[in-house]
């Protein structure tokens, strides 16, 4: 006779970077039914728009999130170049799109890692991050910081490129790419790899859609989800994106489409180097943001993320809100975690890349 | 500047399964608090493009759960639930945690007028016992 049994599963885990909780009910060694729950990371940051004024407070929408911090500082200038009714350069767009693109590749570079990590793939584990190494060299070398590195402001961007830092991206963009070709290999044709993640986890284009997916969850299901099909800011519509898709919906296939735009990124990135449009890096904001509410969304390494202001006329922001993809892909999780067995849980938590600390903010 | 259709709480039921079969995507439910009352606003996308609906609620009111149209509305209805103390009624049962979503020292820290009560025990161990399921071995 089977008994029903909950199991707690984290906040901490070897497998999770971040906290959040998982009431597990099993019956035997599968998942009945997951209850999530979060709220070990939460800082308060939203509320901080209050304190300081709408251009210092770009330094605190980076910090939400350590791998996404570019995209989130993207993502508040946007949203109060938006309210302020602001015209950014084109060469400024460019130059955002660029260290965008660079953060997807860090994100999923970082992630690779600790899916490999997560299936007992140390040396696949160690090759992955050496990678990102060569991606935090050119943010070193570009802007002066590795994660954190303070590059968007309102109006637009705070630093240029030059000639020399061109060919740096370059060089190391084509040696990463070709490093990269070694190791994509062994997460998408290795045996041991393949008998871990296919069939895992799956999430049908139905149920990916019926339980609101986004990013590259949504992708491996099949579903066209990608803001940078839209998107009124970066250079996405010249570069002529297309999202990349899996249909297998598996965690298999969420490897896949990570792996999928790590290339797409490198075209992107020497796409927009290529034709980076001469001119001015920033306009200057002139008074303070409007009496008003503005919307906006960027496609995050894991998403769309919407961004929200509400203005009252002042320097401080009345309120500003961010919902991240972490938080889109919760539900999804539940779903694919209910008749999973025990064992396969810690790796399809990994697949869906949970940022707790962007959820929370 | 955004557009932003004021809606009465009872008109969201038919709002959103309007939105729902026009093939539209739930993107995000927000609350504030304005004074002691809430304002919520769900953000709808479809291609693109989004649609904005604004709901005030006077303090003490509750409002629709939309988990029948959108199941995933789960995870911001109790988020809001859990942080703000306002109360969504007929939520799909299976994901109504019960303020059991966030862990937090105190109920609804963002609205510490709201009446909350939270049952004890942890997360699904408390859920589960109250349903008269599974019990811990």
């Not at chain 1, 309210?83 to 350069?89: A, D, F, G, R, S």
């Not at chain 1, 996405?236 to 297998?248: D, I, M, N, S, T």
């Not at chain 1, 509410?293 to 500003?320: D, H, M, S």
């Amino acid at each position: 006779m089977l008994k029903n049994t909950v199991l707690p599963f984290g906040p901490q885990h070897p497998v999770l970077p971040e906290p959040v909780h998982l009431d597990l009910e099993l019956k035997d060694e599968k998942v009945v039914k997951a209850v999530p729950s979060i709220g070990y990371v939460h800082r308060g940051l939203e509320k901080l728009v209050e304190k300081r004024d709408f251009q210092q407070y770009v330094y605190v929408a980076e910090r939400v999130c350590g791998i996404c911090s570019f995209g989130h500082s993207w993502g508040y200038s946007k949203v109060v170049e938006k309210l302020m009714k602001i015209e950014v350069p084109k060469r400024a767009e460019y130059l955002r799109t660029i260290w965008h693109e660079l953060s997807r590749i860090h994100s999923h570079l970082l992630w690779l890692g600790l899916a490999a990590d997560a299936m007992g793939f140390e040396s696949l584990f160690m090759q992955s991050w050496r990678l990102r190494e060569l991606v935090l060299d050119i943010f070193e070398a570009t802007t002066g910081g590795r994660v954190i590195f303070s590059a968007c402001k309102v109006g637009g961007v705070r630093r240029d490129l030059n000639a020399g830092q061109v060919k740096l991206f370059k060089d190391n963009l084509a040696l990463l790419r070709k490093d990269l070709q070694t190791i994509a290999p062994t997460f998408l044709k290795d045996k041991t790899v393949a008998l871990r993640l296919k069939g895992v986890g799956v999430l049908t284009a139905e149920d990916a859609h019926a339980f609101g997916c986004v990013g590259p969850m949504a992708r491996a299901s099949g579903l066209m989800e990608d803001y940078r099909l839209y998107d009124e800011g970066g250079a996405y519509k010249e570069l002529g994106f297309k999202p990349v898709l899996e249909r297998a919906g598996d965690c298999y296939a969420r490897v896949a489409v990570r792996i999928g735009e790590l290339y797409q990124s490198l075209n992107l990135i020497g796409a927009a180097l290529d034709n980076l449009p001469e001119g001015e890096i920033a306009v200057r904001p002139m008074g303070f943001p409007a009496v008003g509410e503005c919307f906006t969304r960027v496609e995050q390494p894991r998403g769309e993320a919407i961004y929200y202001v509400k203005g009252n006329g002042t320097k401080n922001l009345e309120r500003f809100k961010l919902r991240t993809p972490t938080n889109a892909n919760i539900p999804a999780l539940v779903k694919m975690l209910a008749g999973c067995d025990l064992a396969d849980v810690p790796n399809i938590i990994l697949t869906i890349d949970p940022c707790i600390s962007c959820t929370e903010r | 500047m955004e557009q932003l259709v004021d809606l009465a709480v009872t008109e969201l039921l038919g709002k959103v399964a309007q939105l729902r079969s026009e093939g539209c995507r739930l993107v995000q439910i927000m609350c504030s608090m304005v004074g002691q009352d809430y304002e919520l606003t769900y953000n709808f996308d479809k291609d693109g493009a989004l649609t904005n609906l604004r709901l005030a609620v006077p303090a003490g009111n509750s409002v629709p759960s939309i988990t029948k149209e959108f199941l995933y509305a789960f995870i911001w209805e109790n988020e809001i639930h859990d942080l703000f103390g306002l109360q969504f009624t007929e939520m799909v049962p299976e994901f109504d945690y019960h303020g059991k979503f966030f862990h937090l020292e105190q109920a609804a820290p963002w609205n510490p007028g709201a009446q909350v009560v939270v049952p004890k025990g942890l997360g699904i161990d408390a859920s589960v016992k109250a349903e008269g399921g599974a019990k811990n071995a």
